[in-house]
């Protein structure tokens, strides 16, 4: 048990460190994100036209036909759905109406504790194997693979999260836990016995 905590400590380190080089120093992530020509007037228009404060937006709506409505008049608001979503613009977007308290302190903070969940999770799982270290190694990676795929690939099957964005995120988890399983799989999982 005591190797299984310092194994997911120090896996959940280095995933942090990788996560940390990966948005700061490579830049892969950011040079997908894109910028508008007016930024003023398109946060004046965020502005004025937020419903709800804080929170997920999506342009067009695509909201649900009046109840009272008839057959006619939901039809034609369906069709002008269709031709809103094919013809655009299309937007998905997290929208901070107002001011934020942004703490880089404690969004680091909590993204060292994201990473220890889940190095304490790979760890509880890992411990039940018996495979050599690269096989260790390769069986953390999966899950990242798996995380990626679970997290990232439904974006850009519903939201149309470009799909460079998507290789790069999903790429991006499993670096960081094949680092995490080089690391962890010195502390956890045992090697395979053969049989006499």
Known sequence: MVKLIIGAILAAIAV?????????????HQNGFRSFRDES???????????????????????????????????AFEEQQAKAQKNGPYVYAVIRPGKGDVSMQTNMILSFIRCLICSFLIAGLLSHTAVFYAARIAFVAAAGLFAGLMADLPMWIWFENPGRDAVVNIAD???AWIIGGAVLGIFVGKDPVAEP
Not at 16 to 28: K, L
């Open 173 to 175: 988890h499993v670096i």
């Open 16 to 28: 942090f460190a990788w996560e940390a080089v990966s948005w700061t120093a490579i830049g892969w």
């Open 41 to 75: 007037a398109v946060s004046e228009v965020i502005k004025a036209n937020v419903t709800s404060g804080h929170g997920i937006y999506l342009l067009p709506a695509m909201g649900a036909a009046p109840k009272i409505a008839t057959v006619e008049e939901k039809k």
